[in-house]
């Protein structure tokens, strides 16, 4: 199979233009054209042939000598040159001019030659001007019509004709050329503008068929194109261990972050650039495709497993080399899956099957990598989607209003936040939560995934919306010292620009003030890109909605970046909670800092009552863990909190 690099659009190329294009530009025909060309042109050089077997037979009856003959043997040679190739503009101006040169001369050697040499008049000049651009037509027409007026000047006329019959056939000669002139003109512009049109139409057909089968952005064949790579590949193949198909489908990793953290021109260069790498790694036997959003395949026959899978990893190491993108570096990190025919892999649903679910399991194998198909990977990949299903329709189920969810939906719990000082529960933290068949599915399994399906943003909103609904729900049941509900969010999903704007909606909707929705961010996610979370957390404070750092104290270098960013509450980590017995340090750093940035601090994963009161004393301000109070369902949590006042 031939190779390819990614087409380029023949508008856009001229090297790929057709050869014999013509202007769309009309051509003035008073201007000329360039060069004389067509059937009529090619043919032209019969007209000096027949005048030369004409003029022979006249000397022959006539007479005329040695020089007569030479001059009929001479129109016969401009003839020959003209089948030679002596084409073109110059070419038939100066055969005109030498043939009525000859006709004029010929009746000086034998004044009996005048009534056949007559007939050489009006055949160049019914031909000639026929040919010619219109203002070049005019000139010989004239030069042709002088030479006939000048031999009667000469003696050399039909005899008893005088000058003004003379004058008369001149201009009827003349008359003649003018309208061949003339009629000729037309022909060409008429002949010219069906050519264009052709051409435009040929054209057009091609850029169609080119946009049919290739992909706009990036210029490489698009699916269809690859269908019948594939289909051509398998029909040629004969069999052998090293004359199969196989198919390697790349997924690019976390594409969407750069989409969204970036834009959508970065982006479309990152695709390009993808293309690009692609085309410069493509062997004579092998083609590349796009098939969608950043999804590429090759096709490579005919090939072996084992090469096919060689080809895999040096597509992954190819792609390990950063690209620029808005000034920065980005690592491109793709998941590659290989599928090779035979084995019960015969049809190309079957090789973009398979390779589909070797990609799936790619990813699942931590991205970066490529994987060689096998049968086991199918009845995975169908319990994956299964549950990417279902997950897009707990989702859907939990983001919906009113105050009983369908059963598989989505569902928030809400663990207390407790005062340390006074042992009042003062707010929540929600989590999602979520069943299969009566199941639980890891908040570790299903959030990731979520993200990955592009649902995050859809997950934090229906949890959010359930989290509003319950807030004003226990305040009218009495809890009115639970000031706020905090929510987890992405970074990708917080520099979402909308937002605020969703979420002020909700809490106006459940009737409460705007500090009643805090939202929650890993430390990490700000280090990440801290101008761009900046201007989000502004935008968020405006609507009165309040900001907490999560899992604080296990990120990288944070600390300059808190003055900086509008936050309003730190959380320390589970972990540092946990090992306080041990090093208590940076647990005593975490509130120093809150403290000195006027920020509240919240301890989590308190656990026992000399965490509580080891905390307490070094000024956390509110915990929330197992010891103070577990996770509830909205219509449990007044009564758990009941119960941990009772307690206390």
Not at 142 to 166: D, E, K, R
Not at 330 to 348: D, F, L, N, P, Q
């Amino acid at each position: 199979m031939a190779n390819t690099s990614p087409p380029v659009s023949v508008k856009n190329d001229p090297e790929h233009a057709d050869n014999d294009h013509v202007s769309s530009d009309p051509v003035d025909p008073d201007l000329g054209a360039p060069e004389a060309s067509g059937p009529a042109v090619r043919f032209e050089p019969v007209l000096p042939l027949m005048l030369s077997a004409l003029g022979l037979v006249a000397v022959v009856f006539v007479g005329g000598g040695p020089p007569a003959l030479g001059l009929v043997l001479l129109t016969g040679l401009l003839g020959a040159a003209g089948f030679a190739g002596w084409q073109g503009t110059g070419a038939l101006v100066t055969r005109a001019l030498l043939l009525s040169a000859i006709a004029f001369t010929l009746p000086l050697l034998n004044v009996h030659l005048v009534s056949h040499v007559l007939q050489w008049w009006y055949a160049i000049i019914a031909v000639y001007p026929l040919l010619l651009p219109r203002r070049i037509a005019w000139w010989v027409t004239g030069c042709i019509s002088a030479g006939l007026l000048t031999q009667y000047f000469t003696g050399t006329a039909i005899p008893h004709v005088t000058l003004s019959g003379w004058t008369l056939r001149t201009l009827l000669l003349a008359g003649i050329g003018l309208i061949v002139a003339y009629s000729g003109a037309a022909y060409r512009t008429a002949r010219d503008e069906a050519r264009r049109r052709q051409l435009a139409a040929e054209h057009a057909e091609r850029e169609l068929h080119h946009a049919t089968t290739h992909d706009n952005l990036t210029g490489m064949p698009n699916r269809s194109s690859l269908d019948l790579f594939i289909d051509t590949a398998l029909h040629a193949r004969s069999g052998g261990d090293d004359d199969q198909v196989a198919v390697l489908i790349i997924d690019l990793d976390r594409f969407k972050n750069v989409n969204e953290t970036l834009g959508h021109l970065a982006g479309d260069r990152l695709l390009r650039e993808v293309a690009g790498r692609l085309a410069s790694l493509l062997g004579p036997h092998q083609r590349a495709a796009r098939l969608g959003g950043d999804e590429f395949a090759i096709v490579c026959a005919p090939t072996s497993p084992q090469r096919a899978q060689e080809m895999g990893h040096r597509l992954v190491q190819l792609f390990n080399q950063p690209v620029d993108l808005n000034g920065a570096p980005y690592r491109i990190g793709m998941s590659v899956g290989v599928a090779v025919s035979g084995a019960g892999i015969e049809t190309r649903a079957d090789l973009l099957r398979s390779a589909d679910a070797a990609m799936y399991a790619a990813k699942r194998a931590g991205r970066g990598t490529a994987v060689l198909y096998h049968a086991a990977m199918s009845e995975e990949v169908a319990a994956d989607l299964a549950v990417e299903q279902q997950l897009r329709e707990a989702i859907e189920a939990g983001n919906v209003d009113g105050d009983h969810l369908r059963p598989g939906a989505v569902t928030a719990v809400f663990q207390p936040v407790v005062d340390l000082a006074t042992g009042r529960v003062v707010g929540a933290e929600a989590l999602a939560r979520w069943q299969i068949d009566g199941r639980d599915v890891s908040p570790l399994r299903f959030v990731p995934l979520a993200e990955e399906l592009g649902l995050g943003l859809d997950l934090a909103l229906a949890v959010a919306r359930q989290s509003v609904r319950a807030l004003a729900a226990w305040r009218q049941a009495g809890l009115a010292d639970v000031r706020s509900v905090a929510v987890n969010i992405s970074a990708r999903d917080l520099l979402t620009p909308s937002l605020p704007d969703e979420l002020s909606r909700l809490v106006d909707d459940a009737g409460l003030e705007p500090g009643a929705l805090t939202l929650e961010i890993t430390e990490r996610d700000v280090v990440d890109d801290v101008e761009r979370t900046r201007e989000a957390l502004q935008h968020l404070r405006v609507k009165g909605i309040t900001v907490a750092v999560d899992d604080f104290g296990t990120g990288f270098s944070s600390l300059a970046y808190l003055a900086r960013l509008p936050l309003q509450v730190l959380k320390i980590d589970r972990e540092f909670v946990a090992n306080l017995d041990r090093d208590d340090t940076i647990a005593r750093t975490v509130v120093q800092l809150a403290t000195s940035f006027g920020m509240e601090c919240v301890a989590e994963g308190i656990e026992t009552p000399h965490q509580l009161t080891t905390l307490a004393g070094f000024g956390v301000q509110f915990g929330q863990g197992w010891h103070l109070g577990r996770p509830a369902l909205a219509g449990n949590f007044v009564e758990s909190v009941r119960a941990l006042a009772a307690r206390a």
